[in-house]
């Protein structure tokens, strides 16, 4: 047992040179320094929602992200999965609103950066995403004439100041949605195109006012963030809160060398962003899952789309969707790459809470299974126990 003490001494003396200072290369350096917060770029304007970068739009937006009252039931919000102290994550395997769902609830800090939303990418702005959990009888379970009405009678004043006057809504059913059960399916379609383009419009601009809410919802600084700084002086090695021990640097180095996550989990927010299939299993008695390949018919099918009536701003900012892959094995079974930021204190871990601590996710990484459907994107790694604990290790520096 008393092999520890001795591995991690040689392991320190391999990692450490004179005065206490880490060793690592240029190239070591340039890819650390390259996935530290400070090279998070600002937010770029959403010329998809003109709202975006409004206080008062971000202020209602949070008002309409802790309200509860808009869900079918009156018990479910934004809020609900997204617990404002749990990183805006719940920490199920997979999330409950009005029901259960399918799915693992996303963790917010640094949302708006990305391209594409949920696990499998199926909206396209932080907006349209905003909109998808209001309709879905698993979350929030409300339909959108429900919506424009309670807008308009409890928020109707602040509404108006920011997104212009309301339409008229006297003759619009209390209750009506092309995606709900059959008597609101009805409704939906007994209403004139220029209702149904009203309430649309109301209901688009919900979802703009939470994403200018999300929008300010930033990934905290983290100890590797304040190890990358120091390292990039090269003044003197990172002391005290500052350092990382010699586990958590062989982490770092495994991290972006030998155990290749660096390829995927790459960036200041620790994600590429894409979808990959990297063979993680599918869950006993939930429906088939496929991933990224099934997302792209509802991406394009979903009215709320940049290619949509409802975006604002030219065509030129629908590039992502315009030029998106749409078909191809690599689709199937592909998943978002999540942040790492904050992962180690939001156990369960992939997409439908599959693992249940951070070193069953090494491990699967290091065994590399074949995936159940499509082909897996990784390959096994010939990771000591040791090295997978110093991998662990350092992924907690990136929670503190």
Request: aromatic share 8%.
């Amino acid at each position: 047992m008393n092999r520890f003490p001795r591995l991690f001494a040689l392991l320190a003396m391999a990692v450490l040179a004179g005065c206490g200072k880490p060793e690592f290369s240029d190239a070591e350096k340039k890819t650390i320094a390259s996935l530290a917060l400070s090279a998070l770029p600002p937010l770029k304007t959403d010329t998809t929602n003109r709202f975006a970068d409004v206080p008062a739009a971000a202020a209602l937006g949070a008002t309409l992200f802790f309200d509860a009252e808009m869900s079918g039931d009156g018990k479910v919000s934004c809020a609900t999965c997204h617990k404002i102290d749990r990183q805006f994550q719940d920490d199920l395997p997979r999330a409950v609103g009005v029901g259960r769902t399918n799915r693992r609830t996303m963790p917010l800090a640094g949302v708006a950066h990305d391209a594409w939303f949920f696990w499998d990418g199926r909206r396209d702005s932080l907006w349209a995403q905003a909109l998808a959990p209001l309709e879905n009888p698993l979350e929030q379970a409300g339909n959108r004439a429900a919506y424009a009405h309670y807008i308009k009678a409890r928020f109707g004043e602040r509404y108006e100041r920011i997104f212009g006057p309301l339409p008229d809504l006297s003759n619009v059913p209390a209750n009506a949605s092309p995606l709900g059960g059959d008597a609101e399916k009805a409704a939906w379609n007994a209403m004139s195109g220029a209702q149904a383009e009203d309430v649309n419009r109301v209901f688009a601009n919900i979802g703009k006012a939470i994403a200018a809410f999300e929008r300010s919802i930033a990934p905290p600084q983290t100890r590797f963030d304040r190890f990358a700084a120091a390292l990039d002086t090269g003044i003197q090695a990172p002391q005290g809160d500052d350092a990382l021990s010699p586990e958590e640097i062989l982490g770092l180095k495994l991290f972006i060398g030998k155990a290749n996550c660096v390829t995927c989990h790459n960036g200041p927010r620790f994600t590429d962003g894409g979808f990959h299939n990297t063979g993680v299993p599918s869950v006993a008695n939930l429906p088939p899952d496929r991933g990224r390949i099934d997302a792209v018919r509802q991406v394009e099918a979903d009215p709320f789309n940049c290619f949509g009536a409802f975006r604002d701003g030219g065509a030129s900012a629908c590039g992502e969707l315009r030029f998106m892959v749409k078909a191809g094995p690599e689709l199937v079974r592909a998943y978002k790459t999540p942040s790492l930021r904050g992962a180690a204190t939001r156990a369960p871990y992939m997409h439908a809470g599959q693992f249940s601590s951070l070193e069953e996710v090494v491990a699967h990484y290091s065994k590399a299974p074949a995936s159940v459907e499509g082909v897996s994107e990784i390959h096994p790694l010939q990771l000591s126990d040791g090295e997978r604990a110093a991998l662990v290790a350092f992924l907690k520096t990136l929670a503190e």
